[in-house]
């Protein structure tokens, strides 16, 4: 369990925002507030550009060695954001394959899941 | 350019269709189709359960090694969908790091990408 998870966060994104908005963006946004999230050790948390899911932002993917499944999230904001994904990494993180139980899934993650994509290895 | 790239295709797919359609899904008349098609010969073709892209099936992702980004490209057909991937995985397993120039990628790429990942390896 203690191989490293990544929750890679959407900087660029601006959640529907027109594109002459002032101020930060909603993805850094986010990213700054998970950065003092209180996330599991093995979690380690990264900003990235455009996850390409622009429609359904914002956009956090969770992914972490060759045996876990990777899962792409959207339609989160800044403001309930933050604590939704840092729970779902929590218990993304505490699995061998990534595959959380559903009910035990954040209930945005259930509802706003963009897509998953299999481990690298078979899992068995 | 030797590294293999995964072609992933969505078999349980049913694009919309109700739970009670008779005959094969969608996603799996795709990958039937697909493995008639001219793929190059670094492309592996595997059909997967579940993309969990079923608003915007059928689904395809594309990946390759470490370096690699990640595509999920989605709202495909079993008609349209097997030559349009066909030539998308091929323009994507010409690249080192899977970022083929807008203009290269077939039109449904361009605007029905489901979402991206970057590679697990920082390219320079």
């Given at each position: 369990?203690?191989?490293?998870?990544?929750?890679?966060?959407?900087?660029?994104?601006?959640?529907?925002?027109?594109?002459?908005?002032?101020g930060p963006r909603p993805g850094a946004v986010m990213l700054d507030r998970l950065s003092?999230?209180?996330?599991?050790?093995?979690?380690?948390?990264?900003?990235?550009?455009?996850?390409?899911?622009?429609?359904?932002?914002?956009?956090?993917?969770?992914?972490?060695?060759?045996?876990?499944?990777?899962?792409?999230?959207?339609?989160?904001?800044?403001?309930?954001?933050?604590?939704?994904?840092?729970?779902?990494?929590?218990?993304?993180?505490?699995?061998?394959?990534?595959?959380?139980?559903?009910?035990?899934?954040?209930?945005?993650?259930?509802?706003?899941?963009?897509?998953?994509?299999?481990?690298?290895?078979?899992?068995?």
């Open positions: 369990m203690t191989e490293i998870v990544e929750l890679l966060v959407c900087t660029t994104c601006r959640r529907g925002q027109p594109t002459d908005a002032e003092a999230a209180n996330l599991p050790d093995n979690v380690e948390l990264k900003g990235v550009e455009c996850l390409s899911n622009c429609d359904s932002g914002c956009s956090v993917v969770l992914r972490g060695g060759p045996k876990r499944w990777t899962y792409v999230y959207g339609n989160l904001t800044e403001e309930t954001g933050p604590d939704i994904v840092a729970e779902g990494a929590a218990r993304y993180a505490a699995t061998a394959d990534g595959l959380v139980p559903w009910r035990e899934r954040p209930e945005h993650f259930r509802k706003n899941c963009i897509a998953r994509i299999p481990p690298l290895e078979a899992t068995e």
